[in-house]
């Protein structure tokens, strides 16, 4: 089983529309999620952490976190054709402060 | 400005030999990581290191190399050994979990 699960996509939206991106991570004892976005033959950049239950927001991206259900999410809402990118989940666990990557979900916001 | 440098950019290998990619950064970070990046399989730890004089193997070390003697830079080496080498490479540094990683801009390693 990996680490970090992501659903590659493509996911395509029209703009003006909410992208819901998600994730699933199999250790119950990891502590700290992120979202990384990656534009092509760019490196990956942070948009979002979340360490405790709940949503949080920042601007037009929301991230939500339910750890029973080892469960975390992105939520961006009025897409963009400048938010198409590979999306990818991050988790870590300590000790070691190692992050697992998902492999990405890459989304397509249609002007 | 505190960043990350990853150099060269572009890098080409022929067989047989060892290349060496570069990683500073000036974020005072004690945490450093190599990750390699292959289409459709995420990305894979290569190497770590915590503090200066130490590092650890990541899941895909077989064929690679790592030194810390400064706290600012953590190269990598890319041996012979390394049967696929053709891949974006990526350096990150950290300084504590909850902070998430800053990653350098990445090396894209192609052999010829």
């Known amino acids: 089983q990996k680490e970090v699960e992501q659903n590659s996509g493509p996911l395509s939206v029209p703009e003006g529309a909410i992208a819901s991106l998600n994730c699933t991570y199999s250790d119950r004892v990891s502590q700290s999620f992120f979202w990384y976005r990656q534009y092509s033959g760019k490196s990956p950049e942070l948009i979002m952490s979340?360490?405790?239950?709940g949503d949080k927001e920042d601007g037009r991206f929301t991230a939500q976190l339910n750890k029973a259900s080892q469960y975390v999410s992105l939520l961006i809402r009025d897409s963009q054709p400048s938010d198409s990118a590979t999306y990818l989940c991050?988790?870590?666990?300590?000790?070691?402060?190692?992050?697992?990557f998902g492999t990405g979900t890459s989304l397509t916001v249609i002007p | 400005d505190g960043g990350i440098t990853q150099s060269p950019k572009y890098l080409f290998r022929k067989e047989g030999q060892n290349v060496t990619l570069s990683c500073e950064q000036n974020l005072n970070h004690d945490a450093m990581y190599w990750y390699r990046q292959d289409p459709g399989q995420g990305l894979r730890l290569i190497y770590y290191s915590q503090i200066v004089n130490d590092f650890q193997k990541g899941d895909i070390a077989e064929g690679y190399s790592v030194s810390r003697e400064k706290k600012e830079s953590f190269p990598l080496t890319v041996t012979s050994a390394q049967k696929n080498p053709t891949a974006f490479y990526l350096c990150?540094?950290?300084?504590?979990?909850?902070?998430?990683?800053?990653f350098g801009s990445g090396t894209r390693l192609t052999v010829v």
């Open positions: 990150a540094s950290a300084v504590r979990d909850r902070d998430g990683y800053t």
């Open positions: 979340i360490y405790s239950n």
């Open positions: 991050a988790v870590n666990r300590n000790p070691g402060n190692q992050f697992y």
